[in-house]
């Protein structure tokens, strides 16, 4: 069955981060949607190697209309929590219990939603102290499964195991 995914993503996104689980999550049939502030804006990965044209705007989406959302890493997800809207999105998504999948610094998003508390996560090193902080289990492995909702992952070399897992909840 497919599912439609929310992606919120701005400048600085981690390059693979994003482009890896996107690529399996199509391949795998599931339509992914980019959310930044406005339609149409490119954004540059921190590498430089990868620019994404966003579909839609946050002020265009309901999060009703997605499955489940995905934040990728490196300083995309810093930058998204300054903006309210983007934590009211990520709450939604927690309180609904539909799956989040965060790698690397996307829990910083969470965070900031004020919706770690009690859960087990993980991220990458320079905010596991901000994953304690948020009241959250922290566990430095390669992917931490959460309620059947939350997959978190520290950092590109986690991919495979963060994709797959996610993909076993998209799966349910």
């Known amino acids: 069955m ?37 339609a149409g804006k490119k954004v540059v990965g921190k590498q430089g190697k990868d620019e994404v044209t966003i579909d839609r ?16 890493g490196g300083f995309s997800p810093d ?9 009211d999105l990520a709450r939604h998504f927690m309180d609904e219990n539909k799956p989040v999948f965060a790698i690397c610094h996307g829990p910083q998003l969470l965070i900031t939603a004020n919706r770690l508390e009690g859960r087990v996560a993980t991220g990458f090193t320079s905010i596991a102290e901000d994953i304690k902080y948020a009241k959250a289990d922290f566990r430095d492995e390669e992917v931490v499964v959460c309620g059947d909702q939350l997959v978190t992952s520290r950092n590109p070399d986690d991919i495979p195991a963060f994709v797959d897992k996610s993909l076993q909840l998209l799966a349910k």
């Open 57 to 72: 705007g946050i002020d265009d989406v309901k999060p009703k209309e997605f499955d489940a959302l995905l934040i990728p």
């Open 79 to 87: 930058q998204l929590r300054a903006d309210q809207r983007f934590v």
């Open 2 to 38: 497919t599912k439609k995914i929310a992606c919120v993503i701005t400048d600085l996104f981690e390059d693979v981060e994003y482009t890896k689980p996107v690529k399996e999550f199509k391949e795998a049939g599931h339509e992914v949607v980019t959310i930044e502030k406005e």
